[in-house]
């Protein structure tokens, strides 16, 4: 199985919410901004619950933000 | 580099320092002759409390520092946001992980000199080194996911 899957449109997203900084973001949904880079880096997948966080700072569903590549996923 | 990278460089260097004096005290007391238990029970004693007392005194100095750098930066009185969310959860975890293996493996190696004949002082003089060389591992495996990003 493939890892990192998880892929997202964080960085998209912001651009087209008055470019939103990572700091303002992070704050918004009680991270890190380190975090925040990390998961636009698809280099971490974050929990559900701040997925959902990050979907209702954004007020789209939270399959616009993140998608799931199963490719080469076995199940 | 985050906040939490900060506090976990403070506490290697702490680490580092505590190991190198007890490496150095060994080294020195086994050039003198062996070890002689009075004097390796007090470096012990030493060793197990600056662990602690280092420890936390380095964590409060590096908050305060944080907050001086962080006000003199902004040039306001407002706090940086000092939070541990789920990712540096995460990675302590894995931190903590590393540590266990380390001083298992540590203990092991402490009671194998104990079966070959060793007295009890140097199984136990390996495992005080062990434990506070899982602790370096501890930080250096944190380190190391932040550096990688996760």
Redesign the interface.
Known sequence: MEKRQVRNNIRKLRFHHNEMTQEQLA?KV??????I??IE?A??S??LE?AFRIALVFGVPLGEVFSYDAEDDPA | M???EKNITVSLVTHLLIVGYYLVNLFQMHQAGGLVSTRVFSLWVIVIAAAIIINIIGSILTNILLSIVHAIKTGTEQEE?F?E????KLIGLKGIRASYITFSVGVLLAMLTFVFGQPPLVMFSLIIFFSIAAEIIGDISQLYF?R???
């Open positions: 704050v009680g991270v890190t901004r380190q975090t880079i990390a880096s280099k971490y974050p929990s701040l | 985050s906040y939490q946001r939070i969310d789920e990712r540096d932040y990688r990003g996760f």
